[in-house]
């Protein structure tokens, strides 16, 4: 799974109560990137990251912040979770300073709000 | 209209048939190309990645790229049981520092039946 981990793996909350999805890689990638999953729409950009306190838009931005004070840490913050933010949110890595533009995938985090 | 179209499916195939999965893509900026496969409440995987116009093989696996029609493909040889899953087609331009952005289609949903 390309050293990536995402925590906590499953999470049912309330409606209007704020939400933290955490990212950590050991790999050492300069990108990191937070994706939603949801039916029909397959998987949208929400917000990335480029470096250590280096973060910008996607596509579906609107009710979530990120912060990065940590190359390995990439967290994603719903501020008052509604219910049409019930999704899998998957975090995604990729280095191409390397030379390499693929993106690797973790294994998801799938939330319920209530 | 999406930027990536993605036939839904389900697809149902014996085992041991060629697999052909599509995408169409409208952004003419897009140059690199992945095809991830994605078991059920799993993370999408790396199958695929191509820069440019033309084919690559690994093992059972073909990706085909044709830029001038906006079109890839996903070509599975002999396929079996184990690669029922969905599979997703996504590609991206260059975000400036080299990073990139990716726009996924819905995913095809594949059975291989025995």
């Known amino acids: 799974d390309a050293g990536i981990t995402q925590s906590p793996r499953h999470k049912v909350t309330e409606t209007g109560t704020p939400v933290t999805l955490r990212c950590h890689q050991t790999?050492?990638?300069?990108?990191m990137y937070w994706y939603r999953q949801d039916p029909g729409h397959g998987l949208r950009l929400i917000h990335y990251s480029y470096g250590v306190k280096d973060t910008d838009k996607g596509e579906v931005s609107d009710g979530y912040s990120v912060s990065r004070s940590k190359t390995e840490d990439f967290l994603l913050t719903l501020e008052s979770a509604t219910s049409s933010q019930t999704s899998v949110y998957f975090c995604?890595?990729?280095?191409?300073?390397?030379?390499?533009?693929?993106?690797?995938f973790g294994q998801g985090t799938r939330l319920t709000v209530v | 209209q999406k930027e990536v179209e993605q036939d839904p499916g389900p697809l149902s195939v014996p085992e041991g048939a060629i697999v052909s999965l599509n995408c169409t893509y409208s952004?003419?900026?897009?140059?690199?190309f992945m095809w991830y496969r994605q078991y059920s409440r799993k993370g999408p995987e790396l199958l695929m990645y191509t820069y440019s116009s033309g084919n690559k093989e690994d093992g059972r696996f073909t990706a085909q790229v044709d830029k001038s029609s906006k079109y890839i493909s996903l070509f599975i040889r002999d396929s079996q049981p184990s690669d029922s899953a969905t599979y997703l087609c996504a590609m991206s331009d260059i975000l400036t520092g080299g990073g990139n952005k990716l726009t996924f289609g819905t995913g095809t949903q594949l059975k291989v039946e025995l």
């Open positions: 790999e050492n990638h300069r990108y």
């Open positions: 995604a890595i990729s280095a191409p300073q390397t030379g390499n533009t693929e993106a690797f």
């Open positions: 952004n003419s900026a897009f140059q690199y």
